[in-house]
């Protein structure tokens, strides 16, 4: 069994997450970083869930704390607060995943994150929808046109499906065309497609896009075979839109406004392998609001 | 006659004539003289005479008077206009002629007499002038506020002869200042609430979260029916004060949206939709969107949402009315129109609704939080607060106007312009 550390000054949260973790696994609890930091020495957490803001030592110092005795423990931070405000930290401190404390709390994200981070199974988009998940359609992408067409078939069938494909068009316009032209490098890390021009993929470097649906949302999942995103470039690009000091960039515009355009945005990264860009949308307004940081590296 | 006689009576002839005729030649010459005097300093000074001096004069006074954007007019103690400048006579629509010799609340004010509290009035009676007085002049789609003074004009014998009205409207004025007392109630109550919202949400988010684990598992938490009844009543009163803490923060929030060239209308249909989505569809929609509207830059997420906030209360405003009239027994029509039109490097777009519409006293208090006309639970009264905020952040403004049972919201968005 899993064991996890729970760390919130708020008892409320404490309790409630305790209660919902501790069916599937060893769970334990502490008021502060300082009383959490005496438990991890005692003993190795497989992962570490602690607030940001607490009396005493805040939540991400103690975290990289944590990694420091501990490298193997997984860490998230959850917040009350704006997690865009929290981006840069999270550079400094090297933590990936932060999730919004919604109300109603959002018991099946987290136990999802949580499930996926636990058994180092991040990739698929079913994996952070619920049992009932229903996939609408699935798509190989091994050139420019049809990149087009596959963003055009997926949003129709968004749409027909569910009377709306929120932003998802604009977001698939920006994600896609890093997949197709971007990604694919020789292996000095030069590009090997110039933009604008019709490309056709080798058979290694296709790209997937899957797109479904659950109950109370749905996704777009982009899986890029020759992706060569790492959290820290992730994290760097993120953090200069939000500061706004990315105007001029590149690259970058693409993974902010997908992150701005969809309620939630989940990036999983198998180094030099692949990379797994999730979009997903609730269909009700409670579990919008701020934006939760989603990185997953294996 | 004898001859003596005759010649006597010529010699005196003949003298006289001469006479004359020395006389009339000097004079000739004196008068070439004095002609040629008069022509010489004319030519030589280039005098004006008194006539050329009086209507130059005059024709500057008039070019000040029609040059003036303010409306003034000269009347008489009927009321009737003896003098008016070109602005009166462009505001009112008329050519001058047609407006001379008419009385000046029929023109301008279009009634059949004189306004209340006229100055005019007084200023005839006691002679001395009335600073400024605001009037409000409403028609079928907008109200205009005018700032009116009146000035004496002595006749001969010392009494007041004519005033001079001077009407200088001050409707944009107004809104600004308005607007500008809004943005300061705003950003103070903003920067306060911030900091208590996010405190506010992580206790609700643990209460929240634990009566859900309750409701999921009543009987770990030893509950009978009635406590599963009472938790679910508390779920309820998180979800309304999360709700309230969630516009308080949108509020508060100084983001860096993005900005993104968009079109508007595509953003109304899209807003429109979702509205309609949401099941309120007790009115008629009717989209007059003009096809080649400029693209405005902006963030197209908080745009769509103030259009769908504007868009769903007028949708409640026409439910609120047909239930009133329903209640007398009469059936009511709701038509909801949404427009578009570019205005001088600005885009418009008008959301018009003949629901309950808003009253004057009311009208300056819609954009402040908490303020709202609806039944406790039914809204928090942030919603117009937070689109004007949005509208703010966008360099535009908001400007509303009620009248004969039409409501009329008008976002003013500046157009993107090229550097």
């Not at chain 2, 009978?224 to 923060?249: E, F, P």
Request: include cysteine; proline fraction near 4%.
């Amino acid at each position: 069994m899993y064991s996890i550390l729970i760390v919130d000054d708020e008892t409320s949260i404490r309790m409630m997450l305790y209660d919902y973790l501790e069916d599937k696994y060893k769970v334990d609890s502490a008021e502060n970083a300082e009383i959490g930091m005496r438990m991890c020495k005692e003993r190795d957490f497989d992962m570490v869930i602690s607030d940001v803001n607490m009396p005493g030592m805040k939540g991400p110092e103690f975290l990289s704390e944590v990694k420091k005795m501990c490298p193997a423990t997984r860490t998230v931070l959850i917040t009350a607060y704006n997690i865009d405000n929290y981006i840069r930290m999270a550079r400094e401190f090297n933590i990936t995943n932060i999730i919004p404390k919604t109300t109603p709390f959002n018991f099946l994200e987290l136990g999802s994150l949580i499930d996926a981070l636990l058994t180092k199974n991040i990739f698929g988009l079913s994996r952070y929808m619920l049992p009932a998940y229903n996939v609408l359609g699935s798509y190989c992408i091994r050139s420019s046109v049809e990149a087009k067409q596959v963003r055009e078939t997926a949003t129709a069938l968004l749409t027909d499906t569910l009377g709306t494909s929120g932003n998802m068009r604009l977001i698939l316009d920006e994600i896609i065309t890093n997949a197709v032209y971007h990604a694919p490098a020789y292996p000095d890390g030069t590009e090997k497609y110039p933009e604008y021009v019709e490309v056709h993929l080798q058979p290694d470097e296709f790209v997937y896009l899957e797109c479904g649906h659950d109950t109370e949302k749905y996704g777009i999942s982009i899986t890029d075979n020759k992706g060569r995103l790492t959290k820290e470039m992730v994290l760097y690009k993120i953090d200069r839109q939000i500061a706004g000091e990315g105007i001029l960039d590149d690259s970058g515009r693409g993974i902010h406004m997908s992150r701005l355009f969809s309620d939630r945005m989940i990036i999983n990264i198998s180094p030099n392998n692949k990379t797994e860009i999730i979009l997903i949308n609730y269909f009700s307004h409670k579990y919008r609001g701020y934006k939760p940081l989603y990185i997953n590296e294996l | 006659m004898p001859f003596p006689i005759v010649l006597a009576a010529f010699g005196i002839f003949a003298a006289f004539f001469f006479f004359a005729l020395v006389q009339y030649r000097a004079l000739h010459r004196k008068n070439k003289a004095l002609e040629k005097a008069l022509r010489g300093a004319q030519g030589e000074r280039n005098l004006p005479s008194l006539t050329d001096k009086i209507k130059l004069s005059k024709h500057q006074l008039e070019t000040a008077f029609d040059a003036i954007t303010d409306f003034i007019c000269a009347i008489d103690r009927d009321y009737k206009i003896v003098r008016v400048n070109k602005s009166y006579a462009q505001y009112v629509k008329l050519p001058i002629r047609d407006i001379l010799g008419k009385q000046c609340f029929e023109v301008f004010w279009k009634q059949s007499s004189p306004c209340d509290n006229c100055p005019a009035g007084r200023t005839f009676l006691r002679g001395t002038q009335v600073a400024k007085q605001q009037f409000i002049q409403r028609d079928l789609y907008n109200v205009r506020y005018f700032d009116v003074g009146t000035y004496p004009v002595a006749g001969s014998g010392g009494a007041t002869e004519n005033v001079i009205e001077y009407i200088r409207d001050v409707t944009e004025e107004k809104n600004i200042m308005e607007q500008l007392i809004r943005s300061e109630k705003l950003a103070t109550i903003g920067t306060m609430t911030a900091g208590i919202a996010h405190e506010m949400i992580n206790p609700l988010s643990g209460i929240s979260g634990t009566v859900a684990n309750m409701l999921q598992v009543p009987e770990k938490y030893g509950l009978n029916q009635k406590g599963i009844q009472r938790v679910s009543t508390l779920m309820d009163a998180t979800a309304r004060a999360t709700m309230i803490m969630k516009d308080l923060l949108h509020l508060s929030r100084k983001e860096e949206g993005t900005s993104v060239l968009t079109e508007i209308n595509t953003i109304i249909k899209k807003a429109v939709n979702a509205v309609q989505l949401k099941g309120l569809s007790s009115a008629e929609y009717k989209l007059l969107l003009e096809k080649t509207l400029p693209k405005v830059l902006c963030d197209p997420v908080k745009i769509e949402q103030v259009i769908i906030n504007m868009v769903t209360n007028a949708v409640q405003s026409i439910a609120e009315k047909k239930e009133r009239l329903a209640l007398e027994g009469k059936e009511h029509n709701g038509m909801i129109i949404i427009s578009t039109q570019p205005v001088d490097g600005t885009v418009h777009i008008d959301i018009i609704d003949n629901g309950m519409g808003i009253s004057e006293d009311v009208k300056g208090k819609i954009f402040d939080p908490f303020f709202t006309t609806r039944a406790p639970g039914e809204g928090t009264g942030l919603g117009l607060s937070v689109c004007h905020r949005i509208i703010e952040e966008h360099n535009g403004r908001i400007v509303v106007e009620s009248n004969n049972g039409l409501t009329t919201f008008t976002i003013i968005m500046p157009v993107h312009s090229p550097q």
